[in-house]
């Protein structure tokens, strides 16, 4: 299954590293692209969520790395505010 690793900044300007099994991603995320956290954060968990889904189809099992980078993003994401000011880019998404 292939795999898409991307990269997010931030509202403080930090960067992440993430994860996803599936292209599924790409139909949720766009390099480039800015979302308010709310709205990044609903997108990662119906994109992840899927991944998921796919990996349980072709192996017959969830993928927990999906749920660990999703858990990830939730914490990143608690300590930010989640008015429209507060913006995450997608800096890169690549396989």
């Known amino acids: ?10 509202p403080d300007a930090s960067v992440s590293d993430c994860y996803s099994p599936s292209t599924v ?5 766009a390099t480039g692209a800015s979302y308010p956290v709310a709205d990044f954060m609903q997108r990662c968990r119906t994109a992840l969520q899927l991944a998921s ?19 990830r993003l939730e914490a990143r994401a ?4 989640l ?7 997608i800096v890169a998404m690549r396989p």
């Open 83 to 89: 008015d429209s000011t507060a913006i995450v880019t």
């Open 78 to 81: 608690a300590v930010l505010p």
């Open 1 to 10: 299954m292939p795999e898409v690793r991307f990269t997010v900044r931030w």
């Open 53 to 71: 889904d796919r990996v349980r189809l072709k192996y017959g099992y969830a993928c927990s790395s999906a749920q660990d980078q999703l858990e």
């Open 25 to 29: 991603i790409h139909d949720f995320l």
